[in-house]
């Protein structure tokens, strides 16, 4: 049965596969492999982030739409979250 999950593309393998982490509720839940062609042109990279319905029974990818302006947003909160570790770290010398 088809459901939509936030994916995120952890690697590519040997410029052909693509690794996706399938997130529910903001935890991996799962991953699937898909041929690097099967996503769209603009997220064929890694830490992109789609939208993407999975038929996890049949391990397929059923269609992604790349989200952009929610990877920057993660991008984004992960900068801050290192730059005030980083902050943290700085003060304890």
Same mark, same amino acid.
């Given at each position: 049965?088809?459901?939509?999950?936030?994916?995120?593309?952890?690697?590519? =393998?040997?410029?052909?596969?693509?690794?996706?982490?399938?997130?529910?509720?903001?935890?991996?839940?799962?991953?699937?492999?898909?041929?690097?062609?099967?996503?769209?042109?603009?997220?064929?990279?890694?830490?992109?982030?789609?939208?993407?319905?999975?038929?996890?029974?049949?391990?397929?990818?059923?269609?992604?739409?790349?989200?952009?302006? =929610?990877?920057?947003?993660?991008?984004?909160?992960?900068?801050?979250?290192?730059?005030?570790?980083?902050?943290?770290?700085?003060?304890?010398?």
């Amino acid at each position: 049965m088809p459901e939509t999950y936030t994916t995120v593309l952890d690697r590519i =393998v040997d410029g052909t596969t693509a690794v996706l982490l399938l997130e529910a509720d903001e935890t991996v839940v799962d991953e699937l492999t898909v041929a690097v062609e099967e996503l769209p042109d603009d997220g064929r990279h890694e830490g992109a982030v789609f939208d993407a319905t999975v038929d996890r029974d049949a391990g397929e990818l059923l269609e992604a739409t790349y989200r952009e302006e =929610v990877e920057r947003d993660r991008r984004e909160s992960v900068r801050k979250r290192f730059d005030r570790l980083s902050e943290r770290l700085s003060d304890e010398e």
